[in-house]
């Protein structure tokens, strides 16, 4: 077979534009903001509620975790009205199925319905948000779901990995605590979560989006008719802000008998409103934040060394991350990361080419085009950027920032947040067979994994 002529293949069209958004907002008397989108045509709706749900200190950070999973799944366990058989029939009656998922910085409720059943499914989440009961025997099973997860997940070496970057860039702040300790999740009480419920699912600073075939102004007459008697005294929490640490050395979180490492580093971006973010979005697509990048063209496609290496920026409420990942066999861990420290330096000393920025530019304008074209994708899209304090215009504006990004910015982008020397690494894997080549590259401290449990 002749190969394809990639002459024929037509040039890549310009980015669509992102279209401006129809918005309408409003802030009910209790405080909860109203943020509602037309989209006409397809006969759903997408509702998000976010509710800041962060952990109010250090200390109390593993109790609020351990307690916030288990809320989220027991929050539709029943009201003082229905059982968690009505709820669940009550919302089917109108296409919908929430779903409750709880993360460091909010509770989020979730669903998609018919157009026509906005305002009876808005009656059931206000029943949900006002009455909730958390049936003793229900939550003890909801919490032994939760803790046999918890201890599932635990054990496996990305989450290790995860939970060992964090504890070192976040030291004492809520973000550190990845996962509760299936323990401290076992000793969760109903008594406890219904006094969490009323003194944290608040409608003051929470935020309700609807995004769908719906008339705005009878969206709004809806949600406030059925949330207006969902009060509570106070402001729902968000997250302190961030500390920003050194990195320290090199940390390897010993798991004995282990076939991979795992390769984890971490430093601060810039927010979301920083205007560095477009170029430092460029940047890390140019590193590793797609297949046409220079980390995977070095040790995927030209050293084998690891599968699916990735680079990201993430946003958290109280701190932005630039995260590197790559998963790679015990015998080569330092020269993946080698590698992987090569590539960072490189981009901060080599300019990137007029072409290599063009493409990673397409590449996240079409990623947006796509993440938003959706109704669901663009109830979250809006939901998060609302949470965070931005106006749902930022979209629009983002868009414009990356479009006019120069190859001179995304190098001095490099040079400030891609650095080596300014990002937190951690290695999970077999301590014993990897630490001495990593001493080869620098200062290593070995530290014990209680999750390690054998060959990976």
């Known amino acids: 077979m002749s190969a394809p002529d990639l002459g024929l293949v037509p040039p890549l069209g310009e980015p669509r534009p992102q279209p401006e958004l129809a918005v309408t907002e409003a802030t009910l008397a209790t405080g909860l903001r109203l943020v509602v989108v037309p989209r006409p045509g397809v006969p759903l709706v997408e509702l998000r509620l976010r509710v800041p749900f962060a952990a109010p200190t250090a200390r109390a950070a593993a109790q609020h975790a351990a307690r916030a999973s288990v809320l989220s799944g027991a929050v539709l366990l029943g009201t003082t009205a229905h059982d968690a058989t009505g709820i669940a029939q009550a919302l089917q009656t109108h296409g919908g199925e929430l779903s409750v998922s709880a993360d460091p910085d909010r509770l989020l409720f ?17 029943e949900v948000l006002t009455s909730a009961t958390y049936p003793a025997d229900l939550v003890e099973g909801e919490r032994a779901r939760v803790a046999e997860r918890i201890s599932i997940a635990r054990s496996q070496p990305g989450v290790i990995a995860r ?28 008594q406890a979560l219904r006094k969490l419920h009323r003194d944290r699912v608040l409608p003051a600073g929470s935020t309700l989006v609807l995004v769908g075939d719906l008339d705005p102004a009878a969206a709004v007459d809806a949600a406030a008719a059925a949330l207006g008697g969902w009060t509570g005294e106070g ?73 699916s290496p990735r680079s990201s920026v993430d946003h958290l409420a109280a701190a932005s991350s630039f995260l590197v990942e790559a998963d790679v066999a015990t015998e080569v861990t330092a ?119 054998g060959p990976a």
Do not use: C, K
Not at 245 to 271: F, I, K, T
Not at 386 to 412: K, S
């Open 235 to 307: 402001t729902a929490i968000a997250a302190p802000p961030a500390p920003q640490l050194a990195p320290g050395h090199l940390e390897v979180v010993d798991r004995p008998g282990a076939v991979q490492s795992n390769l984890r580093l971490g430093g601060p971006a810039p927010a979301r409103t920083d205007p560095d973010l477009p170029a430092v979005r460029l940047a890390n697509m140019v590193y590793g934040g797609y297949f046409s990048s220079r980390l995977v063209e070095n040790i995927r496609e030209r050293r084998g060394y690891s599968y």
């Open 110 to 126: 979730a669903t998609t319905l018919l157009a026509e059943g906005l305002a009876p499914v808005l009656g059931v989440l206000a």
């Open 335 to 453: 020269p993946a990361l080698l590698e992987t420290w090569y590539e960072l330096g490189r981009m901060a000393l080599v300019p990137v080419g007029a072409d290599e920025l063009d493409a990673a530019r397409r590449y996240v304008l079409g990623s947006m085009a796509l993440s938003t074209a959706t109704h669901a994708g663009l109830a979250s899209t809006l939901s998060a950027l609302v949470g965070a304090g931005l106006p749902p215009g930022w979209l629009t504006e983002h868009q414009r920032a990356l479009a006019g990004v120069t190859v001179d910015e995304v190098q001095a982008a490099a040079r400030r947040y891609l650095q080596p020397a300014g990002l937190t690494a951690v290695v999970v894997g077999d301590a014993e067979r990897v630490t001495g080549p990593l001493r080869a590259l620098g200062p290593v401290d070995v530290t014990a994994s209680a999750a390690a449990t």
């Open 163 to 190: 939970t060992a970057l964090a504890a070192r860039r976040y030291g004492t702040h809520p973000y550190a605590e990845q996962l509760p300790s299936p323990e401290l999740v076992g000793g969760v009480r109903g």
